[in-house]
């Protein structure tokens, strides 16, 4: 098998795609199906990002690379074996590959929507898998109004169960330590965006300029200022799924943004010849990779500084986790403290931000003030 990266000639409906995953067998023949299900399953709008594309690419790779290894045919669902196709691999790359158990979970996934799909253009005749009722645990002791008692849900079972630890976060003084250790006033202000937003990394690297205004010179008197993410707008902003949001933002946070405009950035700015759409740039004054992976180096350094092991998703969980305390301890009318922090942070579904629930029930015997106020009083004290 061979798994090759598509260049810009490589159009679909018009449209080029590079870097799309295309599966060719030894004689470089193109593996019909599977190329059929990538154009399917990662162009449909539900995925929407291109992120998902080298790993489902290197998951069907893998996946027909080991039956073909095994000389066995993919459409081969009633061979009569005590294993099926898909859970002999599951096996091998938990035994012999000794694989983490996410990765493998993440491949099977990608597989079991092949075989979905296979299903559906009746490709085989039966999914090499079957389903079961598993029970879910969901303890939310903290907001009464989420059924506390658990739920069944429908998982395939060739899937190995899942046992995901809760997402890490910062405590208030590990907070302060990270920002004193930061001398650098660009990255400060990088990890102060990311503790007061939630924002994803690729989403803080692409942060627009324009987002940017004095709160005292636009005749809006609220607290907390709303400010519309939209790729479409060409802003230069990036979103995952390319989705757009608003966030909110607190009048006393947007001041400090914008002093950090009009008295800091110009000093990588004049670096460039070209003007730049993003707020942060680089030493050289050009915008971050439109991943920020750079972000995370830099943010992990300063966390050896500080003694503290942080990485820029680890400030997305920190902020979550505080506001959802914070909002719970001083509520607002008719505010949900769940469905906004789900909507800040852009999840498609409020499941995926209930695991913030289980780090605040850790907390609720924790004294916490304000969120937004601690930190912008660490920050006028450094």
């Known amino acids: 098998m061979e798994l090759v990266w598509a260049t810009e000639d490589f159009v679909i409906a ?60 993919w459409r081969d669902v009633d061979r009569g074996e005590a294993k099926s196709l898909v859970a002999a691999y599951r096996d091998y790359c938990l035994v012999t590959c000794e694989l983490a158990l996410n990765t493998t979970r993440q491949r099977l996934t990608y597989i079991c929507k092949f075989y979905e799909f296979a299903l559906k253009e009746r490709w085989v005749t039966r999914l090499p898998f079957n389903y079961e009722e598993r029970t879910v645990k969901r303890v939310t002791r903290f907001l ?8 069944k849900v429908m998982a395939n079972d060739v899937m190995p169960r899942s046992h995901k630890s809760l997402p890490k976060f910062l405590s208030m003084a590990e907070i302060k330590s990270l920002l004193a250790a930061t001398e650098n006033p660009h990255h400060r202000m990088v990890m102060r965006l990311a503790l007061h937003t939630g924002l994803r990394r690729e989403e803080i690297a692409a942060f627009p300029l324009a987002c940017v205004f004095d709160p005292d010179k636009v005749g809006r008197t609220e607290f907390n200022l709303r400010i519309r993410l939209d790729p479409f707008d060409g802003s230069g902003m990036v979103t995952k799924g390319r989705k757009s949001r608003d966030i909110y933002v607190s009048r006393k946070f947007m001041a ?64 979550a986790t505080h506001t959802l305390v914070s909002l719970q301890r001083n509520p607002a009318n008719g ?20 695991v913030y629930l289980h780090l605040v029930n850790e907390m609720a015997d924790e004294a916490v003030l304000a969120y937004d106020d601690e930190l912008s009083a660490m920050a006028e004290a450094a």
């Open 335 to 354: 505010l949900d403290p769940l469905v906004f922090v789900q909507r800040q942070l852009g999840h498609s579904s409020i499941q995926t931000t209930m």
């Open 256 to 319: 400090e943004l914008y002093r950090y405009v009009t008295k800091v950035r110009g000093e990588r700015a004049s670096l460039s010849k070209t003007p730049q759409k993003s707020m942060f740039l680089n030493q050289s004054g050009e915008r971050y990779g439109e991943d920020g992976k750079s972000l995370n180096r830099i943010i992990s350094k300063a966390g050896k500084r500080a003694g503290i092991k942080v990485h820029t998703h680890m400030l997305r969980h920190t902020y």
């Open 144 to 151: 009464g109004h989420i059924d506390a008692s658990g739920g």
């Open 14 to 73: 018009g449209q080029p795609y590079p870097g799309f995953p295309i599966l060719l067998w030894d004689s470089m023949e193109s593996c019909a199906q599977a190329n059929q299900f990538f154009r399917y399953y990662l162009l449909r709008g539900a995925i929407g990002s291109k992120d998902s594309w080298p790993s489902t690419g290197r998951a069907l790779y893998d996946f027909f690379s080991f039956l073909q290894a095994h000389e066995i045919d």
